[in-house]
């Protein structure tokens, strides 16, 4: 195979929006990172005056993070690094292939605690709050992490941050969409 293919592990929006090629998929495992709702994105989920929530990763030794990691050519990182510039980097990992049991070298996005745009954490309603009220050029935060959360359960991961935002937004939708009390 091609030294010119490389593996990049998606563990948010790149697991659901693939809009680059790819020569190989392969459900993969992060061993000591735990996935957050944690970075604020004014550029596709929210607004500058209204920032949305995304996910960025945090070290946790001994937690497993599942994704998708994607064989791709080094041209795809252009497209990705444009596609996520909003405070992520890359960042040089080991993977394990879960299907394959094999481990290999890769590479993630991160959006690390010093980058401008990084909320950090808060109170999970009011992260449930923010990521409801939020939209940008890219649609609703809300369909951005009901979108992960059935990607997630398609893979058999439980994640329970994103389970639980993912519940305490639907609650809040569904209180907006009810009509008023007469
Ligand atoms: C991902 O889905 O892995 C991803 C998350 C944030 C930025 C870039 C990629």
Redesign the pocket.
Known sequence: MSDSLHWI???????YKVDFPFEEREVATLRDWERRFWQGSHDHRGTPEAPGR???LVRSPGSLCR?IAYRVQHEVFTH?DHR?KNG?ERHRTRLYLDHREETVSGT??I?AADNPAFLGDDDADAIAAQITASQGPSGPNADYLLLLAQALRELGDHDPHVLDLEARVRQLLARDAAPPHT
């Open positions: 592990f998606g563990y948010g929006s790149l697991i995304v996910v960025t994704g990705l996520e992520y993630f996005y959006a």
